[in-house]
């Protein structure tokens, strides 16, 4: 039992030596140069670009909902997102808090590139206060190499107090890193 215990241990190691070995002969399929931020957030110089590539944080955004067909700007506005570990999101953005409530909802990784796919509902509400029904917002996001800027596409869909789709639309997004 003790040898192939010993004998586990040894090969586990010697793959772990290896996989080692071959990231360190390869430093420039895994490095980036150094952002401006790397010695302020105190990262060492040879940080691997997957470091940086972590949505969690809080994120200062403009909004531009877009006509889907031809991409005229609409409407445009601020707003603020909590990406929190585990995948989960919170949003506020600038329309007037009589006229919708928070943002709740989830995010997850879609590729190790800095790209994000995330989904998230608000309630609505008519400017009388009464519930208008509720809002569901799809979003592509995708980080800069350096984890400090982000853009995106949207789509959203709107429903009536009966759960009735009664709209959709588009928007587009751009980001920085709350610091």
Known sequence: ???????????????????NAGAQSHPSSTSVPNSPMDQSAGLSPDHTWWDNRHIEGVWEEQVAQINCADGTVLRAFSALNS???????TAYNSTP?????????????TSWNGDFGAKMKFLRYNPDGSFAGSQEVSRTIRLDPY???????????????????????????????FR
């Open 147 to 177: 984890g400090e800027t982000l853009t995106g596409e949207i789509t959203f869909q709107v429903f009536d107090v009966n759960d009735h789709l009664v709209m959709g639309g588009c928007a587009r997004e751009t980001g920085m890193r």
């Open 97 to 109: 808090p009589s006229l919708s409530g928070v943002a709740l909802g989830t995010w997850w990784r």
């Open 1 to 19: 039992m003790n040898t192939l215990l010993a004998t586990s241990l040894a090969s586990i190691m010697l793959v772990s030596a290896s996989l």
């Open 83 to 89: 990406f929190a570990s585990g995948g989960t999101l």
